[in-house]
C-alpha cells in the first residue's frame, strides 16, 4: 500500500472499511508507513494477522520502526520483518562471510513489545539459471536456521507462492513442495503460499524429490544441471490432480 504521490492513510481506508465485512481469509498489511498500517488495524476485527515491511534499511528510523512496534502491540497484531540491507538485497548474504560481525538477522524493531515477531527471511527462485541465484536457497535455509538460534522467540516466515511458483504446473508444485519441507526442517514456522501452488511432500516421487533437492542445494557439476533435469522431467505436462500433486 506504497506508492509514491499517493495517499496511503486514504486508500487503505478505502480497501480495508470494505475487506473488514467481506473478508474470510486472514488479512497481512504491508505498508513500510506506520500511520498508513494504523489505519488498516482499526478496522481489523479479533486479532490481525500482522502488519508487514518493517525492514533493516539504511534509510529507517529508529523512532519509525517503534511507533510501527507500539501500534502492532496496542492492536494485538504480530509484525513481519524482513531481512533487507540498504542495498535491497537480502541482510543474511552480508553476512555470510563475516560470522563474528553484526548480525544481518536483527531488523531495528522492540522484541519486547510486539506479541508476535516474525522474520521473513526471504525466498528467491532458483529457475532463473543465472549463476549468481544457485545458492538462493541453500542461504535462506541457513538463515531460517540463523535466525531461529540468535533470536529466541521469534518466528519464522516465507512468502512462497510469490517468489517461488505463481502457477500450477506440476514441476512448480513439487519444487515448492520440496523446499517448504526443507524450510520447515530449517525451523519455518509460516509460510505465504496458495494451496494451489504447493503439493504434499510426499506426494513428489522419488526421482522428483532427489532432482529438487539437488537444485536448492546446488549439486551440480559440468555434466549434470538439475535445474534442465526437472524441467525435462516433467517436459509436456500442464495438469496436476488437485488433491495429491501427481503430474502423472
Same mark, same amino acid.
Given at each position: 500500500m506504497d506508492y509514491t504521490g499517493a495517499d496511503g492513510v486514504s486508500d487503505m481506508n478505502e480497501l480495508m472499511s470494505r475487506l473488514a465485512t467481506q473478508s474470510s481469509v486472514p488479512i497481512m498489511v504491508d505498508t513500510t508507513e506506520t500511520k498508513?498500517?494504523?489505519?488498516?488495524?482499526?478496522?481489523? =476485527?479479533?486479532?490481525?494477522?500482522?502488519?508487514?515491511?518493517?525492514? %533493516? %534499511?539504511?534509510?529507517?528510523?529508529?523512532?519509525?520502526?517503534?511507533?510501527?512496534?507500539?501500534?502492532?502491540?496496542?492492536? =494485538?497484531?504480530?509484525?513481519v520483518a524482513?531481512?533487507?540491507? #540498504?542495498?535491497?538485497?537480502?541482510?543474511?548474504?552480508? =553476512? %555470510? @562471510?563475516?560470522?563474528? =560481525? !553484526?548480525? !544481518?538477522? @536483527?531488523?531495528?524493531?522492540?522484541?519486547?513489545?510486539?506479541? %508476535?515477531?516474525?522474520?521473513?527471511?526471504?525466498?528467491?527462485?532458483? @529457475?532463473?539459471?543465472?549463476? #549468481?541465484?544457485?545458492?538462493d536457497g541453500i542461504e535462506t535455509i541457513e538463515a531460517i536456521r540463523r535466525i531461529k538460534a540468535e533470536m529466541p522467540g521469534v518466528r519464522t516466515i516465507l512468502g512462497l507462492s510469490m517468489s517461488r511458483s505463481d502457477s500450477?504446473?506440476?514441476?512448480?508444485?513439487?519444487?515448492?513442495?520440496?523446499?517448504?519441507? #526443507?524450510?520447515? #526442517?530449517?525451523?519455518?514456522?509460516?509460510?505465504?503460499?496458495?494451496?494451489?501452488?504447493?503439493?504434499?511432500?510426499?506426494?513428489?516421487?522419488e526421482e522428483a524429490r532427489r532432482v529438487c533437492l539437488d537444485l536448492i542445494y546446488d549439486r551440480r557439476s559440468d555434466d549434470y544441471d538439475p535445474l534442465q533435469v526437472l524441467l525435462g522431467l516433467y517436459e509436456g505436462s500442464k495438469t496436476t490432480n488437485s488433491s495429491t500433486g501427481d503430474p502423472r
Open positions: 498508513v498500517a494504523r489505519q488498516a488495524l482499526t478496522w481489523l =476485527g479479533a486479532r490481525p494477522s500482522s502488519t508487514r515491511s518493517t525492514s %533493516k %534499511k539504511a534509510t529507517d528510523r529508529a523512532p519509525a520502526s517503534t511507533a510501527s512496534c507500539r501500534s502492532a502491540a496496542e492492536f =494485538g497484531a504480530a509484525i524482513t531481512c533487507i540491507d #540498504e542495498e535491497d538485497r537480502r541482510a543474511l548474504r552480508s =553476512g %555470510k @562471510s563475516e560470522p563474528h =560481525g !553484526p548480525s !544481518p538477522t @536483527s531488523p531495528s524493531i522492540d522484541t519486547d513489545s510486539v506479541p %508476535k515477531i516474525f522474520i521473513d527471511a526471504l525466498a528467491l527462485p532458483l @529457475s532463473t539459471g543465472m549463476v #549468481e541465484s544457485r545458492r500450477t504446473r506440476p514441476r512448480d508444485r513439487c519444487s515448492t513442495a520440496v523446499y517448504l519441507h #526443507e524450510c520447515a #526442517e530449517a525451523g519455518l514456522d509460516a509460510a505465504i503460499v496458495h494451496a494451489s501452488s504447493c503439493c504434499r511432500s510426499r506426494a513428489v516421487d
